[in-house]
């Protein structure tokens, strides 16, 4: 069974400065693999995804992500964080040639300091 | 409407009653999800529907859920018999094809169990 870990539950990061949120699957080949933002008041917002070719994946909001087969990891990033981002990151994984139900991770709260 | 919608956004009940939850998705999308999101937690899968059929329901916690999508557009999410251990965020998402497409989620509803 797939599963998704993301090591940190909080992460506090000054405005401006850049960001990194860990995730690390567990899927028997090469998965389907997303980052969600959960916004307090909001529902989940599809940030970027990788599902094959180039292993640094753009999203929205100016994230991106790296895909490291080597390592099961997904990192998030993002170069200068902005107050907005202040919210809820969800890591999921999604199963090859079909169209079930994504496995997630806990998340990862991140706080934004002025 | 131009999002999944999601009703009522918050239910209170009382253990053991009956409760039904509304899943309005988005026009033309086929592929139809529920998950419910514990306190602290990331989405847990519950079932998948492609049109009106439960393509998957291997998320489904015991018997006393059940969902429908009688005319492939709407769907219900039902809960029998409710436990203060149902109480979480149900949430909706809606996509085209499936979840490795993107999916859009809807804003959930609160379900408070006393």
């Known amino acids: 069974a797939q599963s998704v870990t993301q090591p940190d539950i909080h992460i506090t990061v000054s405005e401006g400065a850049s960001l990194e949120l860990r995730c690390n699957y567990s899927?028997?080949?090469?998965?389907?693999l997303f980052w969600y933002v959960q916004s307090p008041g909001q529902g989940l917002q599809l940030l970027l995804k990788?599902?094959?070719?180039?292993?640094l994946v753009q999203g929205i909001k100016g994230f991106e992500a790296e895909f490291k087969r080597s390592q099961s990891s997904f990192n998030l990033r993002k170069p200068s964080v902005h107050w907005s981002d202040a919210a809820e990151y969800f890591c999921a994984v999604g199963a090859r040639g079909g169209a079930d139900g994504l496995t997630f991770g806990k998340g990862t709260h991140l706080i934004i300091q002025p | 409407g131009a999002g999944v919608s999601q009703t009522p956004s918050n239910k209170v009940t009382e253990k053991g009653k009956y409760v039904e939850l509304r899943c309005d998705p988005i026009s033309g999308h086929t592929a139809l999800y529920w998950y419910r999101q514990s306190l602290g937690q990331g989405p847990e899968f519950l079932i998948y529907f492609q049109g009106t059929g439960a393509a998957d329901d291997s998320g489904l916690p015991n018997d006393r859920f059940f969902a429908v999508r009688p005319e492939g557009s709407v769907s219900t999410l039902k809960i029998q018999r409710t436990e203060r251990g149902d109480s979480a965020v149900y949430l909706c998402?809606?996509?085209?094809?499936?979840?490795?497409?993107?999916?859009?989620f809807g804003q959930g509803t609160r379900l408070t169990v006393v």
């Open positions: 998402a809606s996509s085209p094809q499936g979840m490795n497409t993107e999916a859009f």
């Open positions: 990788y599902f094959s070719g180039d292993t």
């Open positions: 899927y028997g080949a090469t998965p389907y």
